[in-house]
C-alpha cells in the first residue's frame, strides 16, 4: 500500500501492460474484444499534459469536460467510493477484494502478476485458495450498475480494486491487472473504485472526478482509456 510503501517494494509488478479496445461505447460496463501486446518502460509522459488535454485526446469534448470539472459534478461519487472502501475496511491502496460464489478475499497490495493468476486459477478449479475468506469480516458494497466494469455479468469472479490514481504502487498493479484482462475475459470481471489518498497525493482525487467526467462524457470506453492512460 502506498502507506507501507517500503514492506510493499517486493510485490512490484512487471511493466509489460496490454492495451485494449472495447464495445459498447456508452454503459458503464465494457467488454474486451481485442489486446495487442506492448511492452511499455516506466514514464512520465502523461504529466505534462493537462487533465482537459488528456480528454481532449479521447476525442472528449472540452468544453462538456470543463463544465463538469467546474461543477465538480462527481465529487460525491468519488467521495461515495471512498466511504465504500473505508467501511470495507481499506486503509491503502491499492486495496482489492475478490469475490466468488458467497466467499470474499483480499488483495491488500500491489501483488505479482503471477501470484494472482494462480490464485484465480485454483479458484476458477475449485482448488483450495491459499487465503482467507474474509466474507464475515468485511462489508463490501455490492457492484451496482454505478459501478464501471470490464468483464462479462456471468463471469465467476468479480474483482472490486479500490485505487489512487497518483499512487505508483496502483500504477504497477493495474497494469497487471491490464496485463490480465484478456486472458480471463470470460472467467473475471474487474471493478474499478476511487480511492484517492488526500494527505499523500493532493492531486489524485482531481484527476477521479476528471476521468468521472470523461466517463460521464464518452461512455465506458473513455473512461477505461483515460484511468488506463493516467496510470502509464
Avoid at 3 to 30: G, H, Y
Avoid at 96 to 108: G, K, N, Q, W
Avoid at 125 to 143: H, Q
Wanted: glycine share 6%; with cysteine.
Amino acid at each position: 500500500m502506498c502507506a507501507l510503501a517500503v514492506t510493499l517494494c517486493a510485490l512490484l509488478i512487471c511493466t509489460i501492460t496490454e492495451k485494449i479496445t472495447f464495445k459498447n461505447l456508452s454503459a458503464k460496463t465494457v467488454t474486451p474484444s481485442a489486446v495487442t501486446h506492448e511492452t511499455t518502460e516506466e514514464t512520465d509522459a502523461p504529466a505534462h499534459q493537462s487533465l482537459q488535454e488528456l480528454a481532449a485526446s479521447l476525442e472528449i469534448d472540452t468544453e462538456q469536460f470543463t463544465q463538469c470539472m467546474e461543477e465538480r459534478r462527481h465529487k460525491d461519487v468519488v467521495q461515495g467510493n471512498i466511504d465504500s472502501g473505508e467501511k470495507a475496511g481499506v486503509k491503502g491502496t491499492p486495496h482489492s477484494f475478490v469475490l466468488i460464489d458467497d466467499a470474499i478475499y483480499e488483495i491488500p497490495g500491489a501483488y505479482e502478476e503471477a501470484g494472482m493468476r494462480e490464485f484465480f486459477d485454483d479458484l476458477l478449479a475449485g482448488n483450495e485458495p491459499r487465503a482467507t475468506d474474509v466474507s464475515a469480516e468485511r462489508d463490501v458494497a455490492p457492484v451496482t450498475d454505478d459501478d464501471w466494469i470490464i468483464g462479462e455479468e456471468t463471469a465467476r469472479i468479480t474483482v472490486i480494486e479500490y485505487s489512487d490514481i497518483d499512487c505508483p504502487y496502483c500504477k504497477k498493479f493495474h497494469k497487471s491487472t491490464a496485463n490480465m484482462r484478456a486472458d480471463y475475459a470470460d472467467d473475471v470481471r474487474w471493478v474499478f473504485r476511487h480511492m484517492p489518498i488526500d494527505g499523500l497525493h493532493p492531486g489524485a482525487r482531481e484527476k477521479a472526478e476528471a476521468a468521472e467526467c470523461v466517463g460521464e462524457i464518452g461512455g465506458g470506453i473513455s473512461f477505461w482509456k483515460y484511468i488506463d492512460t493516467l496510470f502509464e
